[in-house]
């Protein structure tokens, strides 16, 4: 055996993947918790929009949270049955063992490279249409984009989600005896982020 | 009278040049406290003596009679048909070698991974027949027995969409007999020498947490866990150097012997 060095780039993928998914996973929680405010008041997001685009914060983060996404997925990429055939086995494996943990993996592929690209023309079209304001928001969805938010919102929250749960796995985090509590809470918590953003787009459509 | 079970069962013999891999159709009656192990056995003995499938223990500790049931690996011997509809395919398990019908040769597969993980005690100490062997700590020694209570069926081998998908996998399997070591205080390996064994994607990083191996596993061993304090310890072994020792540590605490120098 040859021994490999630490700073074998190779190596640090794995720890890479899942420091750049928890902050991915941080910044969605946060971002679906500040458009929250948009339920009881839109003004409040007017305000907190005011305040991310004063300081530049917005500006700094919006690319840079797309650079995160770009750097994240080609990361986990590796794992992703893009080999010949991979994909078909895969499937085949999911349908004959029906295990739930195996079909999310599938889910959250899937939503992986919806969000990939879907974040891209999110982040655009924010960031070429400012200010973030709920008026804008309430503009683009009766332009065409409440579709594209009906797909995205789910897709995010799912993979948020699952990628959150399965970090703990994998690290060892949720032992077998925490497991279904931890299950429990991470579907609640995605429901609750789910009816949360479902209220604030609904909110923003009714106010064109 | 019992139920009338349908069994379709994988036919092939690699070794017949003009076989080909088909499904066979048995039917037999169920009887009180039936296992597949007796229903295979039954099928054997009065309608097909050329059904091959292997057995040795009849009691889930061998782990021969490893196949995939309606889809899920699990032991023969071990699922009684009254837990199954009446329909029961039956294939081999996958990944491993197919010897026909329902056998494998799960043995080359673990003897493989067995030297890849290098799964003995490394030592510098000379080994003295006439001395006594050394004390070791009660609760030390029932989680080393815990882990070392695989029976190699290779069932969380044939569940796992990794190992599925890329061949050269090690498994939850191998991993957890690497964690039977890294605890072992007899073990003189240090952190950075199981990140050389299994720090990659071949190894430890390989998982990706889909939890079937935990699943199916006959003897319910904590498979997940394991590879989670692998994962950990080697993660951060990857980054010593990167991350402030104060974080290292405290990341790790896996509640093992080793440390993390």
């Known amino acids: ?208 | 009278m019992g139920r009338k079970l349908t069994f379709e069962i994988f036919r092939y013999q690699p070794l017949d040049t003009a076989a080909t891999p088909h499904m066979q159709t048995f039917e037999l009656e169920e009887h009180p406290s039936m296992t597949l192990f007796i229903a295979l056995n039954q099928i054997r003995e009065e309608q097909d003596a050329s059904l091959q499938f292997d057995f040795c223990c009849r009691a889930g500790i061998c782990g021969s009679c490893g196949m995939v049931i309606n889809g899920r690996p699990g032991l023969a011997c071990h699922t009684q048909t009254c837990d199954l509809p009446d329909h029961i395919t039956l294939h081999p398990l996958p990944v491993f070698k197919l010897l026909g019908d329902l056998s494998v040769d799960t043995g080359t597969w673990f003897r493989n991974v067995g030297k890849r993980i290098e799964s003995w005690i490394h030592t510098d100490k000379a080994f003295d027949p006439a001395a006594q062997e050394e004390r070791m700590d009660n609760e030390l020694a029932t989680k080393i027995f815990e882990l070392d209570r695989c029976i190699e069926c290779g069932c969380c081998i044939a569940a796992c969409g990794t190992a599925r998908m890329r061949e050269d996998f090690l498994g939850a399997t191998a991993i957890n007999r690497l964690a039977r070591f890294y605890i072992d205080p007899r073990d003189n390996r240090t952190p950075a020498d199981f990140y050389d064994l299994i720090g990659d994607d071949r190894g430890v990083f390989g998982c990706m947490g889909l939890l079937a191996c935990d699943n199916v596993c006959p003897k319910k061993l904590p498979l997940q866990d394991q590879l989670g304090i692998m994962r950990r310890m080697v993660t951060l072994e990857s980054v010593r150097g990167i991350l402030p020792e104060w974080i290292r540590s405290k990341l790790q605490g896996c509640g093992c012997n080793h440390t993390a120098n």
């Not at chain 1, 929250?36 to 983060?61: H, K, M, N, R, Y």
């Not at chain 1, 709920?134 to 995010?156: D, S, Y």
């Not at chain 1, 989600?161 to 509590?181: H, M, N, P, Q």
């Open chain 1, 1 to 208: 055996m040859t021994p490999r060095s630490p700073a074998d780039i190779r190596s640090r993928l794995d720890a890479w993947q899942a420091l750049s998914g928890a902050c991915l996973a941080l910044f969605v929680c946060v971002h679906l918790i500040l458009e929250g405010p948009e339920v009881l008041s839109p003004s409040l997001t007017d305000a907190i929009g005011w305040l991310l685009e004063a300081t530049f914060a917005a500006q700094i983060a919006a690319p840079l949270i797309v650079l995160l996404i770009l750097f994240h997925f080609w990361i986990a990429a590796r794992k992703m049955p893009f080999r010949s055939g991979e994909l078909k086995i895969f499937v085949d494996h999911s349908k004959a063992l029906n295990d739930p943990d195996t079909w999310l993996w599938l889910v959250q592929v899937f939503t992986a490279v919806i969000i990939l690209a879907g974040a891209f023309f999110h982040v655009y079209t924010v960031m070429t249409d400012m200010p973030i304001s709920v008026a804008e928001t309430t503009k683009r969805l009766h332009n065409g984009w409440l579709l594209f938010h009906v797909i995205f919102l789910p897709c995010v929250i799912l993979h948020t989600g699952i990628g959150i749960w399965r970090l703990a796995v994998k690290f060892g985090y949720c032992s077998k005896t925490a497991r279904e509590t931890w299950r429990r809470r991470i579907w609640v918590g995605m429901g609750c982020y789910l009816l949360l953003g479902a209220l604030a787009l609904t909110r923003a459509w009714c106010q064109g």
